[in-house]
């Protein structure tokens, strides 16, 4: 996709290119493969937002991982968070005594991390650890800690790279801050 397309025209501005998100995840990727040298994990993708870095990131693990999918709401067409966590789509398999990594888009309010970090602690998971491809610490409303993320952003909503906002950018191969004269009508 070229710079003149117009779901670039809508961005004020790119934080991160096609390059830097790629180096990036292929550090995140060998960090994750040494720090569990010795074990099968089981990545979880988080839909939709986090499918495009999940499917960079494992390729960037070496390790025998398996991969699961799991579907959560929150947002609707706005780009405040309703606080409302909505489990649309569950695991398919059990997650007894597995090494399980979570693997987000990006953690605001840190809502849906939290309610999913409870729900799989308590279906025996032997290790769970929280990976984002961006994390807003300053938007914290719940205490939550992200064990591995790219890059911190400032207070500034986000599309592309399978960030959305009302199901739109995610194909954008860039991160870039949303022009607020889109959601501002
Ligand atoms: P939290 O539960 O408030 O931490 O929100 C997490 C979810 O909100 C993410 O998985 C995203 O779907 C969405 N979200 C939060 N901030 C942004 C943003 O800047 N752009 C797009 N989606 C966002
Ligand atoms: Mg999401």
């Known amino acids: 996709m070229n710079q ?20 990036a995840v292929a550090e995140l ?11 099968a994990p089981l990545m979880i993708c988080i839909l939709k937002g986090a499918s495009l870095f ?4 494992i390729r960037q693990i070496d390790l025998p991982l398996e991969i699961e999918f799991m579907a959560i709401s929150s947002y609707g067409a706005s780009t405040v968070s309703s606080g409302e966590v909505r ?10 005594g597995r090494d399980v990594l979570i693997v987000e888009d990006i953690v605001d309010s840190g809502m849906t991390l939290s309610y999913l970090s409870r729900l799989l602690n308590s279906r025996g998971a032997s290790s769970l650890k929280l990976v ?46 949303l022009d607020p004269k889109v959601y501002c009508k």
């Open 132 to 177: 984002s491809l961006l994390d807003k610490p300053s938007r914290r409303t719940v205490p939550l800690t992200v064990d591995y993320s790219c890059f911190k952003i400032p207070d500034a909503f986000v599309v592309g790279y399978g960030l959305d906002y009302d199901e739109k950018y995610r194909n954008l191969p860039v991160v870039g801050i």
């Open 29 to 39: 990727g060998q960090r994750i493969t040494q720090d569990y040298q010795g074990k």
């Open 4 to 23: 003149d397309s117009p779901l670039f025209q809508d961005l004020t501005s790119v934080l991160y290119t096609q390059e830097e998100l790629a180096q």
């Open 54 to 57: 999940f499917t960079d990131l």
């Open 87 to 96: 489990m649309i789509k569950d695991l398919d398999r059990p997650i007894l």
